[in-house]
């Protein structure tokens, strides 16, 4: 990876909201949602000639068809992001107080071994300096 790959991310560090990087994430996936939704309601309404009541209908629908499925992407998002979090505190705690990690080691894709990875890397380091 490269540090052109950071440049989103970089431009989004630099936004007062949203600063965790969990904020980010739920940021952008709102907006990528979203925009194009109401882009489509928007179109549809104003391109269809829809009596008042029926137009209302459909809108009421629409938001409360986002609104349940953003609870829902949001919820799997905010679990999807545990390991990562997790290792940032992990890290911040070891580097504060010394305690050594206890992060899971059994997952395969890249956030499990960055967690395993993580635990490894403190546990030889701690070995050392001790």
Do not use: C
Request: hydrophobic share 50%.
């Amino acid at each position: 990876m490269r540090q052109n790959s950071l440049r989103l991310y970089s431009f989004l560090s630099r936004l007062d909201r949203l600063q965790s990087y969990k904020g980010k994430i739920m940021g952008i996936t709102f907006l990528g949602t979203h925009v194009p939704l109401l882009a489509l309601l928007v179109y549809l309404v104003l391109s269809a000639s829809f009596t008042w009541a029926a137009t209302v209908q459909i809108l009421l629908v629409a938001l409360l068809a986002t609104l349940i499925g953003t609870v829902l992407l949001l919820y799997i998002l905010d679990s999807l992001l545990a390991p990562v979090l997790m290792t940032s505190v992990a890290l911040r705690e070891y580097l504060s107080h010394q305690k050594l990690p206890n992060l899971p080691t059994e997952f395969k894709d890249e956030a499990g071994t960055l967690m395993a990875n993580t635990a490894l890397t403190i546990k030889k380091t701690d070995e050392v300096i001790q």
